[in-house]
């Protein structure tokens, strides 16, 4: 179960954006698995793509299209990772029949996918898939994009936001999925952001850059990056106005504005990560610079030990004194303080006087708490989500293709 998911609430249609979704049989059996989302003339694409080597064969044709753009197609189950040229193949085909079906070129759609790494698609499933999710495709088909694009998650995340840029009413919506082999590099697992602001290609590329670096680049669940993250920005200009372009006063007023909104997809995945009981924030302060303070984090939140710590909900201080010590950044243990929550663990390296066992197991035996790291080194401060290691995580893992 996901460890307290806000109520998803209702999701804004986005003007010049049509989603449909299908029971294609990719690998699921029961339910929906492949989604298209459609965009009208003149929509732009931006996007941030995992740095993992051995990259999906659709990452590496997405990555290639961005830019105008008029659909994207979207399958769970299989990975079409370590696929070689026949990925490739197979991916650009699966492209090629959702741009004669819906009257497009190919070298305009962009495919996504997600689920197990080293096995073929199944294309007279992604073709049948594909005529499907045409079919029912439409504004308000977001609920059941995100349905489909899932793989281990348990529900669906999505979240709307509605403000004002450079005078004009601006809406979007975004999507993610993502449960296990989560650690960012660029953004994360499959995310995708819909809005009716008007961008320049290069501005949609820079939002998604930005916006991945606030929210998706703040997460880990197990500390591995997958060979298909990618999140994706598209701008239908349906909102009027000329394009935004970046750098502009416009530019950060959308920034600020969509903020918010992947900064909750982030949390949301963190809340659902494979196993999960906690929902742990790691906020290092007093860094020499924002670089350290997130090399600790980081470290931290992907310690197997710290995370076993946090699932039990032992308060064993020592093994976050053992992740700061081996992050690698230049620190004096003497200027180290440590808090749970309010609760303070240790004070110049050494336990705090006022500290008892009973306080810590207090904070730790909530299902959302946070640790605090103060470095006495600087004025730089950062901050992670992550979450606990259970018997979960490792059913779930060693069960995966079962």
């Known amino acids: 179960m996901a460890v307290n998911p806000p109520p998803m609430g209702d999701l804004t249609p986005i003007d010049g954006i049509s989603l449909g979704a299908a029971q294609a049989g990719v690998r699921y059996r029961d339910r929906l698995d492949l989604a298209v989302v459609l965009l009208d003339p003149g929509s732009v694409v931006g996007g941030v793509f995992t740095r993992n080597a051995f990259c999906a064969a659709p990452v590496v044709v997405a990555r290639e299209r961005l830019g105008g753009a008029r659909g994207l197609v979207i399958n769970s189950g299989n990975a079409n990772a370590a696929t070689g040229k026949r990925g490739l193949a197979d991916a650009r085909a699966t492209c090629a029949h959702l741009a004669a079906k819906s009257g497009v070129e190919e070298h305009e759609v962009l495919p996504f996918s997600t689920g197990v790494i080293g096995e073929f698609l199944d294309m007279d499933a992604m073709r049948r898939g594909i005529d499907a999710a045409v079919a029912n495709a439409r504004p308000a088909g977001w609920t059941d994009a995100a349905r489909a694009i899932m793989t281990t998650d348990t529900e669906p995340k999505a979240v709307s936001v509605r403000g004002t840029v450079n005078g004009r009413g601006v809406n979007a919506t975004g999507m993610v999925k993502g449960s296990g082999m989560i650690r960012p590099d660029m953004a994360t697992m499959l995310a995708f952001l819909g809005t009716d602001a008007s961008l ?16 998706f680049n703040r997460l880990t669940i197990d500390g591995d990056t997958s060979t298909n993250d990618a999140f994706v920005v598209m701008a239908t200009g349906a909102a009027g ?3 935004i372009s970046s750098p502009s006063d416009a530019y950060d007023e959308l920034l600020d504005l969509l903020t ?12 659902d990560g494979e196993g999960a009981t906690k929902f742990v924030t790691v906020r290092v302060e007093e860094g020499a610079n924002a670089a350290e303070c997130l090399q600790v984090a980081y470290t931290i939140a992907h310690s197997p030990l710290v995370k076993t710590a946090l699932f039990a909900g032992d308060p064993n201080w020592g093994r976050f004194c053992m992740a700061i010590g081996r992050a690698g950044a230049d620190i004096d243990p003497d200027a180290v303080d440590l808090y749970l929550d309010d609760v303070q663990v240790a004070s110049g390296g050494l336990v705090a006087q006022t500290y008892t066992e009973q306080a810590g197991a207090a904070v730790m035996s909530q299902d959302e708490f946070t640790v605090r790291v103060l470095l006495g080194r600087g004025t730089a401060t950062e901050t992670v989500w992550t979450s606990d290691f259970s018997y979960e995580y490792v059913r779930i893992n060693a069960e995966y293709r079962s």
């Open 200 to 215: 320049t290609a290069s501005a949609a590329n820079a939002l998604a850059r930005d916006l991945a670096e606030r929210s």
């Open 241 to 243: 106005g000329d394009a």
């Open 260 to 271: 918010p909104l992947v900064v909750e997809l982030a949390e949301r995945t963190v809340r």
